[in-house]
């Protein structure tokens, strides 16, 4: 039969192609359930989806940063039966430390991480119970990496690793897959969100210097490895779909080929100075010159520093 997946943040970007892709799918294995904070944004998605909606896909309300809504979501499903949950939902943040309130950086670990804890709390229990289930996150190679100026995202992002990462040693004894994608740079409102912010932020706390880093040195590189590398939305609801359709799953799933020299960088010191070095002098010393490094990084073959991804293709 068929199989029911449900998907946070469907109203835009990944969350709303990976819903069409599997509700498009040829063979119709998919009943999708695309939920939203927002049913008034359902407009993009719906047309998108075209002929498939009403039959392999229907729209739900759903805030993962509510416990009330998380529950009465899972409750309108069907017997709470979920094969397969897509974890999508999340927001950036951007900028210097200095000017951003804890306020503001518990929002995003709201989202990104207690928003992914909470889904799976809700829907863990009736998949261990039936012995099978598959959770997808939507991580990001910031979940395994720091990156400058995206400290509390990738903090975010690394909180959910980690979780998840001891959580799939317990749900492996239930039958239950679990997970992660990671990709680089993803063309989205994501990226268009963060830059109109980031041009209205006036960074009250944060000293000259350090603003200047920021608009001056870090935005620049940051759009130059968005036109570089970025991937397109389709791109990973094609890769998440290899995931999900893989009789043996992964549990790290990396996308983009062209980043993965930027990841080994981890992998191949674990002092953290490889990385740590590599990040100041593509920065402060090949920052003008940023085209030419990525072009050298794109052409790196060096074995070491090939990692296994999933193609979209
Ligand atoms: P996006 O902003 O288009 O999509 C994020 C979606 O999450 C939006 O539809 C938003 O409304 C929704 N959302 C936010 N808070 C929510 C909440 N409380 N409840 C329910 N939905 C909520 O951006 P995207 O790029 O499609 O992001 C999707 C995921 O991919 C995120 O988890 C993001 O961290 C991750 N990601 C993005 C990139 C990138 O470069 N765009 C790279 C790696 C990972």
Same mark, same amino acid.
């Given at each position: 039969?068929? $199989?029911?997946?449900?998907? @946070?943040?469907? *109203?835009?970007?990944?969350?709303?192609?990976?819903?069409?892709? &599997?509700?498009?799918?040829?063979?119709?294995?998919?009943?999708?359930?695309?939920?939203? +904070?927002? /049913?008034?944004?359902?407009?993009?998605?719906?047309?998108?989806?075209?002929?498939?909606?009403?039959?392999?896909? =229907? /729209? &739900?309300? &759903? %805030?993962?940063?509510? %416990?009330?809504?998380?529950?009465?979501?899972? !409750?309108?499903? $069907?017997?709470?039966?979920? %094969?397969?949950?897509? !974890?999508?939902?999340?927001?950036?943040?951007?900028?210097?430390?200095?000017?951003?309130?804890?306020?503001?950086?518990?929002?995003?670990?709201?989202?990104?991480? #207690?928003?992914?804890?909470?889904?799976?709390?809700?829907?863990?229990? %009736?998949?261990?119970?039936? +012995?099978?289930?598959?959770?997808?996150?939507?991580?990001?190679?910031?979940?395994?990496?720091?990156?400058? #100026?995206?400290?509390?995202?990738?903090?975010?992002?690394?909180?959910?690793?980690?979780?998840?990462?001891?959580?799939?040693?317990?749900?492996?004894?239930?039958?239950?897959? /679990?997970?992660?994608?990671?990709?680089?740079?993803?063309?989205?409102? #994501?990226?268009?969100?963060?830059?109109?912010?980031?041009?209205? =932020?006036?960074?009250?706390?944060?000293?000259?210097? @350090?603003?200047?880093?920021? $608009?001056?040195?870090?935005?620049?590189? *940051?759009?130059?490895?968005?036109?570089?590398?970025?991937?397109?939305?389709?791109?990973?609801?094609?890769?998440?779909?290899?995931?999900?359709?893989?009789?043996?799953? +992964?549990?790290?799933?990396?996308?983009?080929?062209?980043?993965?020299?930027?990841?080994?960088?981890?992998?191949?010191?674990?002092?953290?100075?490889?990385?740590?070095?590599?990040?100041? !002098?593509?920065?402060?010393?090949?920052?003008?010159?940023?085209?030419?490094?990525? *072009?050298?990084?794109?052409?790196?073959?060096?074995?070491?520093? +090939?990692?296994?991804?999933?193609?979209?293709?």
């Amino acid at each position: 039969g068929q $199989k029911v997946v449900l998907i @946070t943040g469907c *109203s835009s970007g990944i969350g709303l192609r990976i819903a069409v892709t &599997l509700a498009k799918d040829e063979k119709k294995r998919y009943h999708v359930i695309a939920t939203m +904070r927002d /049913l008034k944004k359902k407009d993009k998605l719906v047309e998108a989806a075209g002929d498939a909606y009403g039959k392999t896909l =229907m /729209l &739900l309300p &759903l %805030d993962v940063c509510s %416990d009330e809504s998380v529950r009465q979501c899972i !409750n309108n499903v $069907k017997d709470r039966h979920i %094969d397969i949950l897509i !974890n999508n939902a999340g927001v950036g943040l951007l900028g210097p430390v200095e000017s951003i309130s804890i306020e503001e950086m518990k929002k995003v670990f709201e989202t990104n991480f #207690f928003g992914v804890v909470r889904m799976i709390k809700e829907v863990m229990p %009736d998949m261990k119970k039936r +012995r099978s289930g598959h959770i997808v996150v939507m991580s990001s190679v910031m979940g395994l990496q720091g990156v400058v #100026f995206n400290d509390v995202y990738t903090a975010s992002k690394f909180a959910m690793e980690g979780f998840c990462e001891s959580m799939a040693v317990q749900l492996m004894k239930f039958n239950i897959r /679990l997970s992660m994608i990671e990709p680089g740079p993803v063309h989205t409102e #994501f990226e268009t969100k963060m830059m109109e912010d980031v041009a209205k =932020m006036e960074y009250p706390g944060a000293d000259a210097d @350090t603003v200047r880093y920021f $608009k001056d040195v870090y935005l620049p590189s *940051s759009i130059d490895i968005f036109e570089a590398m970025g991937q397109t939305p389709e791109d990973i609801a094609q890769c998440t779909k290899k995931v999900i359709e893989s009789s043996s799953p +992964r549990f790290r799933n990396l996308t983009n080929s062209l980043y993965t020299p930027i990841v080994a960088l981890k992998y191949a010191d674990e002092t953290g100075g490889l990385s740590v070095n590599t990040f100041y !002098n593509l920065l402060f010393n090949f920052g003008p010159l940023m085209h030419i490094t990525m *072009s050298i990084l794109k052409c790196l073959t060096c074995s070491c520093l +090939r990692r296994r991804t999933i193609s979209p293709n």
